[in-house]
């Protein structure tokens, strides 16, 4: 049995996960690669869950609550049984270029995570926090940091460039570098265990939707197009980001309206998506109020849904040729009418929802198309923190 200890750090919270790994659960890690994590097809040896929770309001001036990344983690640290524990993973969300794969923690990857600040000022800052203090209060354990990146680095260059001034670009790494890659790699390799097809030979469209969606094109377990870019902010409608939009939306606000670019940035984070047309971001709510004749929840649900099909849409003609469609995540795994709403209309393509079973209460990994459909619909429940865990392990036994 080997013990490994996920912690995901972010700006206000730390989330962990202790996991307890048994040894045929590791056979066919790779050599940290996040394509060849372990697993593959087979995945069958479930690893055990010792531990799980979260801790939240970190920082603020909150009665009892820690007051930074080093109280919180020594807090949950004391309650863990870390006793024989083999590594630390860390969800770390920003990777740049730098970081194609998991990477063991020393000085220079410390630095490294430390330069790439300024692409993720919300994010890298609190991954690195984490680390640090991980490492100090676990001196001589093993410390991987994942990146949330690393999965894109697969991307061509026609598909990771923007098109804008090229040598402006390379200044300031202007780039798609691609998020929720843990996801999409871990959903894609589940894809074609569930169909029960080798991963080399499958072409899916992931559909990470939570309070952050991303698409992702995986052709042979390779991601080829995602729809997060340079920021978590491009692409699908999200629960408070608004995707997609006309740039010079962001300059009219500037100049028209006064607003600071601080503003913008706030607005277009935090302000929009679900929240932005509806009032809320929470799938749940908005579906109440649909059902209620709430029309901007009607209108939000449209624009949410019809999104997603744009980008199905876009990569089944970027793979050419399409096996599956997965859906994963908050809203992926939980919400039919979302589903049946993103594929409506593409019957031609292929693509079809069979009512029965996109309705069903059934839980785990299951098809939703209707028997013999060209295109296999998947609902897959995502596993980021065993993804993590995964990935660490392989890291840590070295090459093979
Ligand atoms: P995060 O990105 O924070 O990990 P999750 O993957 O947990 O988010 O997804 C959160 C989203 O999932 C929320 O919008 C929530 O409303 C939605 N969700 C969770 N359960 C359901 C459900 N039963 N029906 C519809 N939406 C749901």
Known sequence: MTRVLVLNCGS????????????????????????AAPGGAGEVAAPLVVATGVVEQIGERVPGAPRDHAEALAAVMSDLPLEGLTAVGHRVVHGGLTFTTPALVDDAVLAAIADLVPLAPLHNPANLAGIEVARALLPGTPQVAVFDTAFHRTLAPAASTYAIDAATAERYGIHRYGFHGTSHAIVSRRTAALLGRPLDEVNTITLHLGNGASACAVEGGRSVATSMGLSPLEG????????DLDPAIIFHLHRVAGMPFAEIDNLLNRRSGLTGLAGV??????????????????????????RIRSYVGAYYAELGRLDAITFTAGVGENAPAVRAAALTGLDRLGIAVDPARNDSPERGARVISPPEAPVAVCVVPTDEEWEIASQTLAVVAGPR
């Open 281 to 306: 971001n929470d799938m749940r709510t908005l579906l109440t109020r649909r059902a209620a004749g709430d029309r901007a929840a009607a209108l939000a649900f449209d624009v949410y849904c019809r």
């Open 12 to 35: 206000s919270s730390v989330k962990y996960r202790l996991f307890d790994v048994p040894p045929n659960a590791q056979a066919g890690a790779g050599a940290g690669t996040a394509a």
């Open 236 to 243: 699908l409608v999200m629960g408070t980001r608004s995707g």
